[in-house]
Structures are given as structure tokens and as C-alpha cells.
């Protein structure tokens, strides 16, 4: 069984930062791309960030150049540093990883459980 568990969400105030992190555990043999989504109330889940196993990053243009997506291979994790943050930041962050089991030939996406993140004065 595979898992991921996240950590670091909270209550900030707006333009203040938090730092999400993911584990993942498990009998794993490999993790391509690693991400963070985002799901508010009322609204879809949306990606806010992925990273390859390379390093390669992509953002939403809503949190370019306030978020930094980052990854420990050797860890099997990812984390989120998120500055300047803006009430409409506000949302249920989800882990996500592209990870492919020991024994098995092909890989399956897994969702960490959320964590809550409030930006609020």
C-alpha cells in the first residue's frame, strides 16, 4: 500500500507564508511527477503546482512567483513553500504523486487526504 500524508496547513494573515510538505511511504520502486492541488469551497480542484522526478516545475498562473514547489527524491517528498498569500488562497490543499508500486510494471496516481489552508485577517 502506498500513502501520502501531508503536513503545514493553517490560519495566516494575507501576505504572510506557509510551508506545505508530503510524505509518501510504501513499498515504492519509482515516483515520476509529484504535485499540489487545490479544491475552495464551491469550486473544482485545480493544480497549483508539479515538479518531474528531474526537477522540471510548472505553475498555475494564479501563484506564479509566490509558490515554490520542491522535491527530496531520496525522501519521497514534496513540499510547497507558498509567500505572499492571498485570501483567495484559501482551499483544501492535496497532495498528489504518480508512483509506481514495487513488483508492478505501471504506476497509479495517489492523493494524499488534505490539508487545510485559510487566509484570513
Known amino acids: 500500500q502506498v500513502q501520502l500524508v501531508e503536513s503545514g496547513g493553517g490560519l495566516v494573515q494575507p501576505g504572510g507564508s506557509l510551508r506545505l510538505s508530503c510524505a509518501a511511504s510504501g513499498l515504492i520502486a519509482s515516483i515520476n511527477a509529484m504535485g499540489w492541488y487545490r479544491q475552495a469551497p464551491g469550486k473544482q480542484r485545480e493544480l497549483v503546482a508539479d515538479i518531474t522526478s528531474d526537477g522540471s516545475t510548472n505553475y498555475a498562473d494564479s501563484v506564479k512567483g509566490r509558490f515554490t514547489i520542491s522535491r527530496d527524491n531520496a525522501k519521497k517528498t514534496v513540499s510547497l513553500q507558498m509567500n505572499n498569500l492571498k485570501p483567495e488562497d484559501t482551499a483544501v490543499y492535496y497532495c498528489?504523486?504518480?508512483?509506481?508500486?514495487?513488483?508492478?510494471?505501471?504506476?497509479?496516481?495517489?492523493w494524499g487526504q488534505g490539508t487545510q489552508v485559510t487566509v484570513s485577517s
Open positions: 498528489n504523486a504518480n508512483i509506481r508500486r514495487l513488483l508492478f510494471n505501471f504506476a497509479n496516481t495517489y
